[in-house]
């Protein structure tokens, strides 16, 4: 094996010639120094397969019939160790081999040349094969740099999210009587809690969910939480609040957007709770069922009555809802429709039905209705975000509520 | 999802079939654009039958219909949902919006 004659100036590049025949190889040899390539040679299939994975050259020359390892075998060989990289082959071939033309392609190469090689074709095989791996180059290229940017756009986009979480939920009332799960399909959760004391000692909760989801959804989290968090604090009764927000979101929002939401207002004693349904799941009111106090059942399923926020200019807030009695230790349990519209592998819905049933399975809704949710859709990934919101009407949780006002 | 329009007397009816989802927003408004901008045209139908499924950005592309025809001047009505699609048009009150029959 005789490797590299270096030439003065910058060569074209490295061809590797593959013949067993010297005289065949001397030839090519001197045609491919006049198209300034530097040149190495093998003698057979096998040792052009060994030289290609040490020197990588921008070319290669392949004779067909050679012992050891013929040029059909070196050809596959040689691609598959290349990949994605483009290595242009161009097959060495008598006339009498034109037959073998269709196996020559097959078997990886990109070209043939037949002997006697004529200079010109030669050159211009050569700068077409050039034309392709450069090509070639700059789509790897290219790849390479959607995928750097793709990741650093990750990055960016999870660091964005965990300030813009922080700034929603902080403010939100904290409580063991007060479980959520908001799982967001990608980065950023259209579905938004919120959670706030009056100062009277009412508790508001606010569960939404903006169309779509992603940033675009995401978007409308912020304003809304901002009317929210000044509204309550400064006691205004729920229908102005869902008022404004839905002003806020009629401004803000492109026509198609919008948000669903449920809103709860318990009062400070805890004696009643007044729900707006626009556009949700049923929010389910449960209790002890009077004839066994081992069983939960549905006291109240307060099911979508209003338009979505952000649609009309004036707000569907009207006839407002009639104010629920609530029992010591009832529960309240809302959802996204990511939840109920959950699919698993063979594409059904989990459905309302499921989710009724496992919230009643138990007096710890929000853990029942996971844990089906999850044996239901099992490996199947969400394809929207979803949120679960369970408020346990206990003395604990007004005890929270002071300590949030207090705060 | 396949969407054909056929005019007949001022009536523009858009028929949908298969699933009206995020993938349809082109197809959806190419379909009704030509409609609006025709004076022949005084009320366009959008007709649910075939559609077995319906999302939030479905919801979101009939609103934008709905505003554009009513600044076109031509009537809208959703016709024939099946029970599934009848059902989230309700939960979404779309009634309040919409003729739906």
Redesign the interface.
């Given at each position: 094996m005789q490797i590299d004659k270096a030439l003065t100036g910058d060569s074209r590049g490295l061809a590797l010639i593959v013949d067993d025949l010297p005289a065949n190889r001397k030839l090519l040899e001197l045609l491919l120094e006049q198209e300034n390539y530097r040149t190495i040679y093998a003698e057979d299939g096998s040792q052009a397969v060994k030289l290609y994975k040490e020197h990588h050259p921008d070319i290669i020359f392949m004779d067909v019939m050679m012992p050891v390892m013929d040029g059909y075998e070196a050809a596959r060989r040689i691609k598959t160790v290349a990949g994605s990289v483009f290595v242009p082959i161009i097959f060495l071939t008598t006339l009498s081999e034109m037959d073998g033309l269709v196996k020559c392609l097959d078997a990886g190469g990109d070209d043939f040349i037949s002997k006697p090689f004529k200079r010109e074709v030669l050159s211009a095989k050569i700068k077409a094969m050039e034309r392709i791996r450069d090509l070639s180059r700059r789509v790897a290229e290219q790849h390479q740099k959607i995928i750097e940017q793709h990741n650093r756009l990750l990055l960016e986009q999870t660091a964005a999210e965990q300030v813009y979480n922080r700034a929603v939920t902080s403010g939100n009332i904290e409580s063991a009587h007060i479980q959520s799960l908001l799982r967001a399909a990608s980065t950023f959760s259209g579905d938004m809690l919120l959670s706030a004391c009056g100062p009277d000692g009412s508790m508001y909760f606010l569960l939404g969910d903006f169309?779509?989801h992603g940033l675009t959804a995401a978007v409308g989290v912020l304003p809304t939480a901002e009317v929210f968090r000044a509204m309550t604090v400064k006691g205004f009764p729920a229908q102005e609040i869902l008022i404004s927000i839905n002003s806020k979101l009629h401004r803000v929002l492109p026509?198609?957007?919008?948000l669903?939401a449920c809103m709860v207002v318990i009062d400070k004693q805890m004696k009643h709770a007044t729900i707006w349904n626009?556009?949700?799941?049923d929010v389910l009111v449960l209790g002890k069922s009077t004839a066994d106090a081992e069983v939960t059942v549905v006291k109240q399923s307060v099911?979508?009555?209003?338009?979505?926020l952000g649609?009309?200019k004036i707000a569907?807030v009207l006839p407002a809802p009639v104010p629920i009695a609530l029992e010591p230790g009832c529960r309240i349990v809302m959802c996204s429709?990511g939840l109920t519209e959950a699919t698993n592998i063979a594409g059904q819905e989990f459905g309302k039905q499921r989710f009724v049933s496992a919230a009643t399975e138990s007096d710890n809704s929000f853990r029942s209705v996971i844990e089906a949710l999850e044996q239901f859709c099992g490996t199947q990934p969400y394809a929207d975000d979803l949120s679960l919101v369970e408020i346990e009407c206990v003395s604990g949780l007004l005890l929270a509520g002071v300590e949030q006002r207090n705060k | 999802m396949k969407i054909s329009k056929v005019v007949t007397g001022d009536i523009a009816t858009i028929d949908m079939h298969g699933r009206f989802d995020f993938n349809v927003q082109r197809d959806f408004k190419d379909s009704y654009d030509a409609q609006l901008k025709n004076d022949g045209v005084a009320h366009i139908h959008v007709n649910l039958s075939g559609v077995d499924y319906l999302d939030?950005?479905a919801?979101?592309?009939l609103?934008?219909l709905r505003?554009r025809a009513a600044a076109a001047g031509k009537g809208l009505k959703l016709c024939k949902p099946n029970p599934g699609v009848a059902q989230i048009l309700?939960?979404?009150?779309?009634s309040?919006?919409f003729t739906i029959e």
């Open positions: 169309t779509g026509t198609g957007m919008f669903t626009a556009g949700m799941p099911s979508s009555k209003y338009l979505a649609i009309l569907d429709d | 939030s950005s919801l979101g592309m609103l934008m505003e309700e939960i979404a009150n779309f309040k919006l």
